[in-house]
């Protein structure tokens, strides 16, 4: 009696480990999404690690006013909505995770968002109030991951159930929606010449016509490419180019070939979003280096090694390149006249708190970063610190 | 601790689960992989297994003899320590048999949960966890996304209530197997509680994780099911309770029960099972 008791007891014990172990941390991730901030006329957007939309007034935050200032613009915006899949603690989470970057678009007074429970939804600028949803109602689409996207007039949002929406800007009414076009779609679409490129989560890019996709049929008929393994990050397009990372190599394919121009291997997955600019490709890899790649042959030009993950898209300011290692460091590196051949280093090393996996947003001088410590922060390139920063906690 | 822990659990069971994919027909990959990792840990871990099963059904057979120790010296606890331990002795059984090799077994068991759960990558935030995970080998990196579906089961996704059932039924089986009838109505109720608990927890538990999960355990208790109907021959008793029921009574089956084997050789399971007795 006493061992079954103790083979009972042991039983409950592993369990309740088990339970414990898969629905902690190291077991499951907790999804509290990398949104990234976007400046538009003196006010940040930014979407917090607990599903709120905020808009920030960085002349209110540099004066330290209470936050949100609501005479200066400020608002936030709490999803009613709460994410997660029924009973599994594998994947639930307590807000609607945001994982894209705001798109504001003044002439319609609109901030954009997608969310993680698959709807769209449309904030008024100045208000913060909701303007529309996409689906409207209880339905929704699969999990949106990427940022939305505006090209001549419409809204593309690219979607967990493998498809490409088209909306209308003002009132959010479906355009179009695309056929399925691979497993999931957690990338950010590019545009050009009337064509939006697509990456697909099992290694496909398309290059599909921005009017609509209606049918297999149109898939087929237009350019696709397809690499050795899945796993994307969002494409980019560059003088008939387009740049894009599956897996531990970077990408690059001529618009309308379907063979590889050049791949360039880094030593883990390039996560975030290449940048290219004069004839350079920058890409941060998970292996913590920052890649400088000829455009035109794929040949290492420099690396430097951040000491930590590249997760965050970097950004250019002005003459500067500012690539964020998620353990909080901002890496400057003067593009203008770079120093030390292969070896360059950055001219500033700027630390801020929190870990960053969020896109960094430039203007005027200042980085702006949302930190997944849920801050969003200043730093002022020149004086090399930060200048603010606030919680993005506001009720 | 969380270092080691991957580095020399976590990550080579993980690697090794993709690895696996990668070898796979594309249509059905991570089900196989998953599949044939529970029958190479599973095989791995044979000696652990059987000896857990052997000590366990030992340990069920000496209950009555434990049962007339306790009666007769239920006033001198310290006579019944030395008594309870002469009989372990004389009959060959560690009393920790059953217990220590379940608990050699855990860690593994937790480390696969964990492998499933991270290769599955179902949000973002655990894909971009499973990248500081994974080796930096070709083989591992075009292996990756794994096709999550396999059969009728999309292994990332919760909720299947047929794959749910059917880990319930399983390990009813597999419980069922080794748990020995007892005309004591203390430890039949909490016989009867063990059989149904276990395999509702668990159906439960299939219904809140991602399908991978449920279908490890739904392998392992296959295995465990073949284990032991070949190793200790036959269906244990599953099958003595239904002949139970059509012989009109359990007074039959106590009885036989009620005389262990005290033999080392059969108390540790080697030689016939004592069910077999009145089979």
């Not at chain 1, 209110?60 to 200032?69: I, Q, V």
């Not at chain 1, 909505?81 to 989470?93: E, L, P, W």
């Not at chain 1, 740049?243 to 690059?252: D, H, Q, R, V, W």
């Not at chain 2, 270092?3 to 696996?20: K, Q, R, S, T």
Request: hydrophobic share 40%; with cysteine.
């Amino acid at each position: 009696m006493k061992h079954v008791k103790l083979l009972s007891f042991v039983v409950v014990v592993a369990l309740a480990s088990l339970v414990l172990v898969s629905c902690a941390p190291r077991g499951s991730t907790p999804t509290v999404g990398w949104s990234g901030p976007t400046f538009v006329n003196g006010m940040v957007y930014v979407g917090s690690t607990e599903g709120k939309i905020l808009a920030v007034n960085v002349s209110a935050r540099s004066k330290g006013l209470d936050f949100p200032s609501s005479a200066d613009g400020e608002w936030v915006y709490s999803n009613p909505v709460s994410s997660g899949s029924g009973m599994s603690c594998a994947q639930s989470t307590s807000g609607v995770t945001i994982y894209g970057t705001p798109v504001v678009v003044p002439d319609e007074n609109l901030v954009y968002i997608g969310a993680y429970n698959g709807k769209v939804y449309a904030l008024g600028m100045d208000t913060g109030v909701e303007r529309w949803e996409y689906p409207k109602g209880e339905g929704n689409i699969g999990a949106v991951v990427g940022s939305p996207v505006v090209s001549d007039g419409s809204l593309y949002v690219s979607s967990s159930d493998g498809r490409i929406y088209s909306l209308n800007l003002t009132y959010g009414d479906k355009k179009w929606q695309s056929v399925v076009l691979g497993d999931k779609l957690w990338s950010t679409p590019a545009f050009g010449n009337g064509v939006i490129y697509v990456s697909t989560f099992d290694g496909y890019i398309y290059g599909l016509p921005a009017t609509g996709i209606f049918s297999q049929e149109d898939v087929e008929a237009s350019w696709s490419y397809h690499a050795e393994s899945g796993f994307v990050s969002s494409p980019v397009v560059y003088s008939g180019t387009v740049f894009c990372s599956f897996g531990n190599n970077l990408y690059a394919v001529r618009e309308g070939s379907n063979s590889t121009a050049w791949n360039f291997s880094g030593g883990k997955w390039f996560w975030a979003s290449p940048l290219v600019r004069e004839g350079v490709v920058y890409a941060g890899c998970l292996d913590n280096y920052i890649y400088a790649v000829d455009s035109q042959t794929g040949a290492e030009i420099w690396s430097y090694d951040t000491g930590s993950r590249i997760v965050s898209t970097p950004v250019f300011a002005g003459d500067y390149l500012v690539v964020a290692s998620e353990d909080g460091n901002l890496f400057v590196f003067d593009l203008a006249s770079p120093s030390g051949g292969e070896s360059v280093q950055p001219v500033k090393v700027i630390p801020v708190t929190g870990d960053i996996q969020s896109p960094l947003c430039f203007h005027d001088g200042v980085i702006y970063l949302r930190s997944q410590d849920n801050y969003l922060q200043a730093v002022d390139i020149g004086e090399g610190r930060v200048v603010w920063k606030l919680p993005l906690t506001g009720k | 601790m969380a270092e080691l822990w991957n580095l020399f659990i976590l990550d080579p069971m993980l690697n090794g689960l993709v690895a696996l994919s990668s070898i796979m027909p594309r249509e059905v990959e991570f089900g196989l992989a998953i599949i044939l990792l529970t029958i190479v840990v599973r095989l791995a871990l044979t000696p652990l297994t059987l000896k857990q099963l052997r000590s366990t059904l030992a340990m069920q057979g000496m209950q009555p003899k434990l049962k007339d120790l306790q009666k007769k010296y239920a006033r001198n606890q310290q006579k019944l320590k030395q008594e309870t331990s002469k009989l372990y002795a004389e009959a060959g059984v560690n009393p920790l048999g059953c217990i220590l090799p379940m608990l050699v077994q855990f860690p593994v068991w937790i480390a696969l949960y964990q492998s499933i759960i991270k290769v599955v990558a179902v949000t973002p935030d655990a894909l971009l966890d499973l990248s500081q995970h994974l080796y930096s080998s070709p083989l591992i990196a075009h292996a990756l996304p794994v096709n999550s579906q396999f059969l009728w089961i999309n292994l990332g996704a919760s909720g299947d209530v047929l794959l749910a059932m059917l880990v319930g039924a399983s390990m009813w089986v597999q419980q069922k197997m080794t748990t020995a009838p007892t005309s004591d109505p203390k430890q039949k109720s909490t016989n009867d509680m063990m059989l149904m608990m276990m395999p509702f927890m668990f159906a439960v538990m299939s219904l809140m994780f991602p399908s991978g999960l449920p279908l490890f355990w739904l392998v392992s208790n296959i295995i465990g099911i073949a284990t032991q109907y070949f190793v200790v021959g036959g269906w244990g008793y599953l099958r003595s309770s239904s002949a139970t029921t059509q012989r009109g009574g359990s007074h039959k089956i106590v009885d036989v029960v009620a005389s262990p084997p005290h033999t080392k050789a059969s108390a540790s399971g080697e030689g016939s099972p004592w069910w077999k007795i009145w089979k």
